[in-house]
T-cell receptor, first 113, second 112 residues
């Protein structure tokens, strides 16, 4: 157990639907990162939050949004889902926003049918 | 932008040594990480280099040359459990943070 908790572990849904993925960072970590991993793209950075504020944005689609709450947990919302959104979504946390080691959660596997 | 390149796949024999290379072309570099990822699992941290040179940690070592944009991960005394994907990640400056940006990973297959 890495200390980073992600739910749900698996999710199957249909095109056009909306889902929410949840992440609780490791105790004491203030930064949360979201990554998408698909077979042909590797780990792609989506977005990072630090202590409740958005800090960095990667290749995140406009259909996707995220936030970090006062208790530091984070949610990634994916809407108008397409087949190509099927992937493993990882959350990771670190102490701050420097060049830190990331601790990854076990991931949420999303399948869009 | 950034370009991080690693071989797609490598094979090696149990007990042998293998070197996995990573080259990068980036701006705003602040260190290079190596992670190990078993199929379907989360990546786990192996090493971090920010200065040139070799970092040794048990059976694993990592080397960095900033001037050449080059790193390698060296795995010694290979074991079957070392079969995994090895991810090179460069810490890039972005919006006041440093974001680990990953290559596509090298799938290492260790055979008896």
């Amino acid at each position: 157990d890495s200390g980073v908790t992600q739910t749900p572990k698996h999710l199957i849904t249909a095109t056009g639907q909306r889902v929410t993925l949840r992440c609780s960072p490791r105790s004491g970590d203030l930064s949360v990162y979201w990554y998408q991993q698909s077979l042909d793209q590797g780990l792609q950075f989506l977005i990072q939050y630090y202590n409740g504020e958005e800090r960095a944005k990667g290749n995140i689609l406009e259909r996707f949004s995220a936030q970090q709450f006062p208790d530091l947990h984070s949610e990634l919302n994916l809407s108008s889902l397409e087949l190509g959104d099927s992937a493993l979504y990882f959350c990771a946390s670190s102490e701050d926003s420097g060049a830190n080691v990331l601790t990854f959660g076990a991931g949420s596997r999303l399948t869009v049918l | 932008g950034q370009n991080i390149d690693q071989p797609t796949e490598m094979t090696a024999t149990e007990g042998a040594i293998v070197q996995i290379n990573c080259t990068y072309q980036t701006s705003g570099f602040n260190g290079l990480f190596w992670y190990q990822q078993h199929a379907g699992e989360a990546p786990t941290f192996l090493s971090y280099n920010v200065l040139d040179g070799l970092e040794e940690k048990g059976r694993f070592s990592s080397f960095l040359s900033r001037s050449k944009g080059y790193s390698y991960l060296l795995l010694k005394e290979l074991q079957m459990k070392d079969s995994a994907s090895y991810l090179c990640a460069v810490a890039l400056a972005s919006g006041g943070s440093y974001i680990p940006t990953f290559g596509r990973g090298t799938s290492l297959i260790v055979h008896p």
